[in-house]
């Protein structure tokens, strides 16, 4: 069993954050990589990128959006209750190396796990430019995290509640456009990791994007994972989950990440009208 020490909601409710007991985890893991949860005997397996580690005090941190019934489960959760499995940590850690300028971009709970890639590329003694963004103020994450873990920083909202208004990929334009980036970093939902990639593309910078595909086992051997890279078969959980943004199919992804809908507002369905408790609100 793993210990929720302390727990914080976030944007306006619809996403959690929750520091976990799990020392051995929290020895190994390094950015970049994720686990796979079971919250109880009934569970569901899902994936979930850590955004912080502490190996001295044996924790992990674990943000997440509430989309779905094993979420809108995870949030009824508090301290001292525990997840039944965590098992981790899996993929590949990003590879930090000091390069120059590096321009780390995103968008929704996809800034939770860009943050201990943007810590760690400062930490070597990069440039770091970090831009995130959302819909409106309320919607925002990890600013604080962000900027102390950037050389640079820069915030964007749809709506102009809070920073730049407009899209993050017109400020990564910008930047672009003004100075010498030798990788950018682009970590939220599908459609702005695609428009992220087109924008580099066109200045040939190289992107890497950590696709969110859906996951079951979580070690290669169930290919529920498989997303299309430079017209190749990868899986992500083994072979990612990060990878060149320039060769990923978004859209295909995109099609698989939808091929269980239909169940999963069954579920969902079914989650609610069973629970007496906040998720229902």
Known sequence: MFKILSRREMAQGTVVENVIE????????????FVILRVNETGERIPLT??????????????YQIVGKTTSLMKTLQVGDALMDIAGPLGKPTHIDNIGTVVCIGGGTGVAVLHPITRGFKEMGNK?????????????????????ASTEFEVCTDDGSCGYHGFGTDLLKK?????KVDLVVG????????FVCSVTK?????????LNAIM?????MCGCCRV???????????????????????????QRLAGYMAEEKVSMDRFTASCNCSCKE
């Open 228 to 254: 299309s890279v430079g017209g190749d078969t990868k899986f992500a959980c083994v072979d990612g989950p990060e990878f060149d943004g320039h060769k990923v199919d978004f859209d295909g992804l995109s």
């Open 216 to 220: 079951v086992d979580g070690t290669g």
């Open 128 to 148: 770091v430019i970090g831009i995130i963004g959302a819909r409106n103020k309320e919607l925002l994450i990890m600013e604080d995290e962000m900027k102390a």
């Open 50 to 63: 850590m955004a912080n580690t502490d190996p001295e005090r044996g924790t992990i941190t674990l943000i």
């Open 175 to 179: 930047r672009l456009e003004s100075e």
């Open 22 to 33: 799990a020392p051995q985890i929290a020895k190994k893991a390094k950015p970049g990589q």
């Open 187 to 194: 970590i939220g939902p599908v459609p702005m990791m695609k």
């Open 202 to 210: 066109q200045y040939d910078v190289p992107t890497l994007v950590s």
